[in-house]
């Protein structure tokens, strides 16, 4: 852009002349310059309304719970933009952003501006720095207080504040973390054994100790009811055969 206007800042200020304030300066086309009736509190608050403006709009179109939100996003911040430079735009040219301000202005100091650009209006450069944070705050804490009604610190009980002394949190948490889970899976090494009874019938009808498993008969006592292959798999859908039976 300087590139292409390079021959008209010529011809307005002066072949190689680049100036800071002053009717025929030219430094206002790169960054914002307060004016000169501004003290620093003036040039402060100028920048934190209109970036609060600017946060309080950019919340109340991107809001779901509003009519229309969300519709034509980028036109209707662009005319929120537009009117805060109408309004505001005046005393301190509306930076509203340090990266809108301070790039600019520091290509501008590399253009041949010089320092003035950093020391004019008593140091202005700092301003757009600052005043856009403090004002974005003050937009959406607004916006929260008297608009918004859904999840928000402001919302919440001392606007947040109380979970940040609250112990009830660090309690839940401790009790979650010492309960047992429901499903938890022995460590390894510990798995225990399954539990038989103590007595087993044997094919004499007395009761042995579970630990003598030798003593077991291989056949089933009178009282017991014999499983069959036919009586186990009856009523089953599907093949009693191996399923590999059918591979030769």
Not at 40 to 60: P, R, T
Not at 62 to 76: F, K, M, Q, S, Y
Not at 126 to 152: K, N, Q
């Amino acid at each position: 852009m300087y590139a292409n206007y390079v021959s008209a800042i010529d011809n307005f200020e002066g072949r190689g002349v680049r100036t800071v304030g002053g009717e025929t300066s030219t430094a206002g086309l790169f960054c914002t310059y307060p004016q000169p009736f501004l003290n620093k509190a003036g040039q402060m608050f100028s920048e934190a309304l209109g970036s609060a403006v600017l946060m309080a709009g950019i919340l109340a179109v991107t809001d779901r719970g509003n009519i229309g939100g969300v519709v034509a996003l980028p036109i209707a911040v662009g005319l929120l933009v537009f009117a805060i430079g109408l309004c505001f735009g005046w005393e301190t040219g509306y930076a509203i952003n340090m990266a809108r301000d301070f790039m600019p202005r520091l290509a501008s100091y590399m253009l041949g501006y010089g320092s003035a650009v950093w020391s004019a209006g008593n140091y202005y450069f700092l301003v757009p720095i600052v005043s856009p944070f403090l004002g974005t705050l003050l937009g959406a804490f607004v916006y929260d207080l008297l608009i918004f009604d859904g999840e928000s610190p402001v919302n919440t009980p001392y606007m947040g504040m109380a979970g940040l002394f609250s112990r009830e949190p660090k309690k839940a948490k401790a009790d979650i973390e010492a309960a047992p889970t429901q499903f938890s899976s022995p460590a390894p090494g510990k798995i225990s054994p399954p539990v038989l009874p103590n007595k087993v019938p044997s094919s004499a009808g007395s009761s042995k100790d579970e630990g003598t498993l030798g003593h077991l008969s291989d056949q089933p006592s009178p009282d017991m009811e014999v499983q069959t292959p036919e009586t186990m798999w009856s009523g089953a859908t599907f093949s009693a055969h191996p399923p590999h039976a059918h591979l030769r």
